[in-house]
C-alpha cells in the first residue's frame, strides 16, 4: 500500500497560510506608519501654532507697550481715528471676534521704531477707537454706548459724563487692538486685546 510523502498537500497549504498572515501582518504595519506619520504631522502642525499663537501675543503687547509710551498724547486720538473702523456686522460695538474684513495696517504706519517677528509671516495691525460723528468730524465721546470699549465713561477726569468731544482733553483712551498674521496659502489669523490708555503727558 502507498502512503502519502510527507511532502504533500497538507503541508504546501500549511505554507501558504502562512504566506497570507505574512501579507496581512505587512498591510496592518504599513497602514500603522501611514498613521504615525500622519499624527507626527498633525503635532507639528498644532506645535507650531501654538508657538506662533505666543509670539503674536508677545508682539501685540509689544505694540500696546509702545502706544503707552507714546509721546504726542494729545494727539494720539487723532492720528488714531483716521485709521479706524469697525466691524459691519457689530453695530452695538459688542463683540471681541476676528474680523478679516476689517482693514489692517503694517507696523510701520503706526511706528517705524517698532519690528514684528519675520516668523509670523505677513503681520499687520489695526488699533480701533469708539467714535461719533458730529458736524462732519470723528469725535470721541463720553455718552456713546459702545460696550467693547467700556463706553459711556468719565473720559476726562471732570466727574461728569456729557455729549461733548473729548477729542482735545481726554485723560483716558480706551482702544481694540488688534494683530493679524498670515503665511502665504494659509488663513489669516488673528489676536486682539481692548485695553485702556491714560494720563496726561
Known amino acids: 500500500m502507498n502512503r502519502p510523502s510527507s511532502n504533500g498537500a497538507p503541508g504546501a497549504a500549511a505554507a501558504g497560510f502562512s504566506l497570507v498572515e505574512v501579507l496581512i501582518a505587512n498591510c496592518v504595519l504599513a497602514i500603522s506608519i501611514l498613521v504615525y506619520v500622519q499624527c507626527i ?36 486720538y487723532a492720528r488714531l481715528v483716521a485709521r479706524s473702523s469697525e466691524s459691519a456686522d457689530d453695530a452695538g460695538r459688542t463683540h471681541l471676534d476676528m474680523d478679516p474684513k476689517l482693514p489692517t495696517w503694517p507696523v510701520t504706519t503706526y511706528f517705524t521704531d517698532l519690528g514684528v517677528p519675520a516668523t509670523l509671516g505677513t503681520v499687520s495691525f489695526l488699533v ?30 471732570d466727574g461728569a ?5 473729548r477729542n482735545n482733553d481726554y485723560t483716558a483712551l480706551p482702544l481694540v487692538v488688534r494683530l493679524r498674521w498670515q503665511h502665504p496659502g494659509e488663513q489669516a489669523r488673528e489676536v486682539l486685546l481692548a485695553t485702556w490708555l491714560r494720563g496726561e503727558r
Request: hydrophobic fraction near 35%; aromatic fraction near 4%.
Open 41 to 76: 504631522g498633525t503635532e507639528t502642525k498644532l506645535n507650531r501654532a501654538t508657538q506662533e499663537q505666543t509670539l503674536a501675543v508677545v508682539t501685540l503687547g509689544r505694540f500696546v507697550e509702545r502706544l503707552r509710551a507714546d509721546s504726542s498724547w494729545p494727539t494720539l
Open 161 to 165: 459724563i456729557d455729549g461733548n468731544s
Open 128 to 157: 480701533q477707537v469708539p467714535a461719533v460723528v458730529q458736524a462732519g468730524v470723528s469725535v470721541l465721546c463720553e455718552t456713546e454706548v459702545a460696550p467693547r470699549y467700556g463706553l459711556p465713561h468719565d473720559l476726562n477726569g
